[in-house]
C-alpha cells in the first residue's frame, strides 16, 4: 500500500468510525459491544483493501458529543455537510488532502451498512469504501 492509500484509508477508517458513533447519539437503535466489520476499499476498479475485524463499540464510543469533538480536531478537516434521520447519516468532510462523502445506514440495531467515496482534492482516482457492521454480542471481552 502507498503512502497516498495509506493515508487515505487511515482518514476514511477514522472518519467511518466516527459516523457510526454519530448515529448512534442520534437516538439509532445501534447495540454497543462487539461488532464485526467487513470493509472494502477499491480505488480505479482495484481492490486495495478487504477486510474483516471485530470492533468493540461502547456506549462512549456512541456518544454524539464526544464523535464531533474528535472530528472537528483535525486542522485539516472541517464537516461541510451533515443530514440525520432516524435511519440514514449522510456526512462530507472536505479535509487538505481530500473529501469524504459517506452515507451511514442503519438497517436493525445490530446492521449497519456504510458507503463512502474519497475523492483527493488535486484531481485523480476516487476511492470507494463500503462497510458492513454486524453485531456480535454486547460484551466485548476475548
Not at 43 to 50: E, K, N
Not at 97 to 125: D, F, N, Q, R, Y
Request: hydrophobic share 40%.
Amino acid at each position: 500500500m502507498n503512502s497516498n492509500t495509506s493515508a487515505v484509508s487511515s482518514i476514511a477508517i477514522a472518519t467511518l468510525f466516527g459516523l457510526v458513533a454519530v448515529a448512534q447519539a442520534q437516538s439509532l437503535a445501534v447495540e454497543p459491544g462487539l461488532w464485526k466489520k467487513a470493509l472494502k476499499m477499491q480505488t480505479g476498479g482495484h481492490t486495495v483493501m478487504d477486510s474483516t475485524i471485530d470492533v468493540c463499540m461502547t456506549a462512549d464510543d456512541l456518544d454524539l458529543k464526544k464523535t464531533a469533538e474528535k472530528l472537528t480536531q483535525s486542522p485539516s478537516c472541517k464537516v461541510t455537510e451533515q443530514e440525520l434521520t432516524p435511519k440514514r447519516l449522510r456526512v462530507v468532510l472536505s479535509c487538505k488532502e481530500m473529501v469524504v462523502e459517506s452515507i451511514t445506514e442503519v438497517k436493525s440495531s445490530e446492521s449497519v451498512v456504510l458507503a463512502a467515496t474519497i475523492k483527493p482534492t488535486g484531481g485523480g482516482e476516487a476511492t470507494l469504501s463500503s462497510e458492513q457492521w454486524t453485531f456480535v454480542k454486547a460484551d466485548c471481552a476475548k
